[in-house]
């Protein structure tokens, strides 16, 4: 019996090292190649819903990157990966959501599994999400974590990255789009697969304009 523990231990620790050795290269790797695929996206291919994606880098991306900053997470250039404030908010039932960064969906898009609606393994998978979140910041740094982010994310069934929700929803490229449309792009995140795009009000694009301008001086 003490010798089936010993090997079942032993059989542990080499997979989880062979684990951490797995996310350390590939960290590494993504932080110049992009993300050939993620979980989700095999999970969603899998359910019937298609593959759509085209990797551009962040400069093509036009008023997306501020637009998804500026509903997604305010505090980007401030935290450190994870925005403590924001997941205190959530504990006290201030804030309805998970909290998430744009960091941390970054790394549960990449590496980890989606949400399935309150199953223990969310829990598992959100704290895995702190810690790799605040290594994938120190790692990348800001702007290739908005770059992947933003290239991975899905913006409805089979649709992913900035490129292209700008071609599928509006028949251009992500470079092309308007505050206006970027904006509305960016209200689809949080339920990509039940929200559709709507016309912008005025005040919502205004703040997409700003933050341009103030979300984004880390970059």
Request: contains cysteine; positive net charge.
């Amino acid at each position: 019996m003490a010798g089936k523990r010993k090997r079942w231990r032993r059989t542990l620790a080499r997979t989880l090292a062979g684990a951490v050795v797995a996310l350390c290269g590939s960290a590494i790797l993504y932080r110049v190649v992009p993300v050939p695929l993620t979980p989700l996206m095999v999970i969603r291919a899998l359910q019937g819903h298609g593959l759509q994606k085209d990797w551009i880098p962040l400069e093509a991306m036009g008023p997306l990157p501020a637009a998804a900053v500026g509903r997604e997470d305010q505090r980007f250039c401030e935290h450190s990966g994870v925005d403590w404030i924001e997941l205190e908010r959530v504990a006290r039932g201030q804030r309805v959501g998970g909290g998430s960064t744009v960091t941390m969906q970054t790394v549960k898009n990449v590496y980890l599994w989606p949400s399935r609606g309150g199953h223990a393994l969310d829990y598992l998978r959100k704290g895995l999400e702190v810690p790799l979140a605040v290594t994938l910041d120190a790692a990348w740094g800001k702007r290739r974590v908005l770059e992947v982010y933003l290239n991975v994310i899905e913006f409805g069934p089979g649709i992913y990255g900035a490129e292209a929700a700008a071609l599928h929803h509006y028949g251009k490229t992500a470079g092309q789009l308007s505050a206006a449309e970027a904006t509305a792009l960016a209200a689809l995140l949080p339920s990509p697969l039940t929200r559709t795009v709507r016309a912008q009000r005025a005040d919502e694009v205004a703040a997409t304009k700003r933050a341009a301008a103030d979300q984004l001086g880390c970059l």
